[in-house]
């Protein structure tokens, strides 16, 4: 347990409905990462919180895809109208900055 | 050709033997990453470093920065340490000159035999 915990762990959903994941932080970390990763791929950057400011967001990251972190501690990961290729592995790391990144569990998102 | 490459992708290893991981890289870097993923999906950040050499118990982590190039050694190899290891760099040149990227390659997995 790295102390950064991620809800839900697992989610099945049809093609077409939203989904939204948390992200917890390790509490002093002022970092937060969303990363995405499909089966037998490295992680693949998506986007960046310094507290409650979202400071980068990958061309991955598209239109249906919105992050949140509104007061700076958790955050969360909305995808509008899913898609097959959403499915994956959904990873949120935090750090202090120029420090290590710790890494939750992960949530697995399966759409239909 | 990705902007991060480890070798070998796949590595089989008998218990103590001295195993070597490697990370090539094409782009400037302010720091780079080793990660340990486990089976189901948890990551745990091994080191970063931005130069030289760094040592946590049989982990030994050397970069350098010249050759664009780093390497991940486990000396006295284990069973338990069976994963996937991932180099990942973070670029000097991030989005809008932020930092917040990573560039991941794709990972060895190592499997340590008894």
């Known amino acids: 347990d790295t102390g950064v915990s991620q809800n839900p762990r697992h989610k099945i959903t049809k093609r077409g409905q939203n989904v939204t994941f948390r992200c917890d932080p390790i509490?002093?970390?002022?970092?937060l990462y969303w990363y995405r990763q499909t089966l037998g791929q490295g992680p693949e950057f998506l986007t960046y919180?310094?507290?409650?400011?979202?400071?980068?967001k990958s061309r991955l990251l598209s239109d249906r895809f919105s992050a949140e972190r509104p007061k700076g501690s958790f955050s969360t990961l909305e995808i509008q109208r899913t898609e097959q290729g959403d499915s994956a592995m959904y990873l949120c790391a935090s750090s202090l900055a120029g420090d290590r990144r710790f890494f939750g569990p992960g949530t697995r998102l399966t759409v239909l | 050709k990705n902007e991060v490459e480890q070798s070998p992708q796949n590595l089989t290893a008998q218990e103590g033997e001295f195993i070597t991981i490697n990370c090539s890289y094409s782009?400037?870097?302010?720091?780079l990453h080793w990660l340990q993923q486990h089976p189901g999906g948890g990551i745990v950040s091994l080191f970063m470093l931005s130069s030289g050499k760094k040592k946590h118990g049989r982990l030994i982590a050397t970069i350098n920065i010249q050759e664009k190039h780093s390497s991940l050694h486990i000396t006295a190899s284990h069973p338990r340490d069976s994963a996937v290891y991932i180099c990942?760099?973070?670029?000097?040149?991030?989005?809008?000159?932020?930092?917040?990227?990573?560039?991941f390659g794709k990972g060895t997995k190592l499997s340590v035999k008894p």
């Open positions: 990942a760099v973070r670029s000097s040149r991030g989005y809008g000159g932020s930092q917040g990227n990573l560039i």
């Open positions: 919180f310094q507290n409650e400011a979202q400071l980068e």
């Open positions: 782009v400037g870097i302010s720091a």
């Open positions: 509490s002093e970390h002022n970092r």
